[in-house]
């Protein structure tokens, strides 16, 4: 963190494929010691099998499944009068996008026995019908966040 002045946010350049700039932010996210190529590939290549399985444009679903997965809510630890609070807190949009690209990522690092490549494609179709692991992900934060709203004064 610098010590004065904020840091700009850097422009990323849209995708050369399909011209967005949410899924070159998911390839980025994927990415793995630098491997860009690898993480398009993978990225891609789930793409081409939503497109055989849900006979739709692969980034209309990635878009939506992104936007179910995207929380509203969430909850920070604040500290008041020697005890530490789960306070919840409206999620950003960019912080809700970054979260929900992270959540998709770590569901299908986790899944174990098949490709990368079909993992992410389930889990993206998943997504977009309001299902799967990264969905449950979403819901528990929400409940979490639903628990504490009693500690909701607190914000600041």
């Not at 290549?45 to 969430?74: M, R, S």
């Not at 920070?76 to 919840?88: D, F, L, S």
Request: aromatic content about 6%.
């Amino acid at each position: 963190m610098p010590r004065r002045g904020r840091v700009p946010k850097r422009d990323i350049p849209p995708d050369s494929i399909y011209g967005s700039v949410l899924l070159q932010k998911f390839i980025n996210k994927l990415m793995i010691k630098g491997k860009k190529n690898l993480s398009e590939n993978i990225v891609y290549g789930a793409f081409e099998e939503i497109k055989k399985i849900t006979k739709k444009d692969p980034l209309e679903v990635f878009e939506k499944a992104i936007a179910n997965i995207t929380p509203q809510l969430e909850v920070k630890a604040r500290r008041v009068g020697g005890a530490t609070y789960q306070v919840p807190v409206e999620v950003p949009k960019m912080r809700g996008q970054s979260l929900a690209i992270q959540w998709i990522r770590q569901v299908c690092r986790d899944k174990k026995g098949k490709s990368m490549v079909e993992n992410l494609s389930a889990e993206l179709i998943d997504a977009s019908n309001g299902a799967g692991l990264a969905m449950k992900l979403k819901e528990d934060v929400h409940k979490t966040a639903d628990a504490n709203k009693a500690f909701a004064h607190f914000r600041w």
